[in-house]
């Protein structure tokens, strides 16, 4: 099983960039899927998480009306759009799945995740 996550790049404050977490051995359409971010220094974050449906997202307030989290069942894939970003947003992006399901995910979209993949760096430049 392997979560592969890309599409991070040097942004300038303001600017957009669409992350993907693709996987392989695993199909990714049976689990819930978040997005947690570690900039340096500080403890990882949670910043977005879909149901394994796509019926349910949760944002961390910091992402809220920037950040949209997507998926696309057909291609083993979830996105993460980012508007807006600030410097703040410099971090490694990584993304995870989970088979929790039902109020076990949705009471919890922070976690624990069973899968994890390797991150993509984020630099917002101001």
């Known amino acids: 099983v392997q979560l592969q996550a890309s599409g991070g790049g040097l942004v300038q404050a303001g600017g957009s960039l669409r992350l993907s977490c693709a996987a392989s051995g695993l199909t990714l359409s049976n689990y819930a899927v978040g997005w947690f971010r570690q900039a340096p220094g500080k403890e990882r974050e949670f910043v977005t998480g879909i149901s394994w449906s796509g019926s349910n997202t949760y944002y961390a307030e910091s992402v809220k009306g920037r950040f949209s989290i997507s998926r696309d069942n057909a291609k083993n894939t979830v996105y993460l759009q980012m508007n807006g970003l600030k410097p703040e947003d410099t971090a490694s992006y990584s993304c995870?799945?989970?088979?929790?399901?039902?109020?076990?995910?949705?009471?919890?979209?922070?976690?624990?995740?069973?899968?994890w993949g390797q991150g993509t760096q984020v630099t917002v430049s101001s």
């Open positions: 995870a799945a989970s088979y929790r399901r039902g109020s076990s995910w949705n009471n919890r979209p922070d976690g624990p995740y069973e899968y």
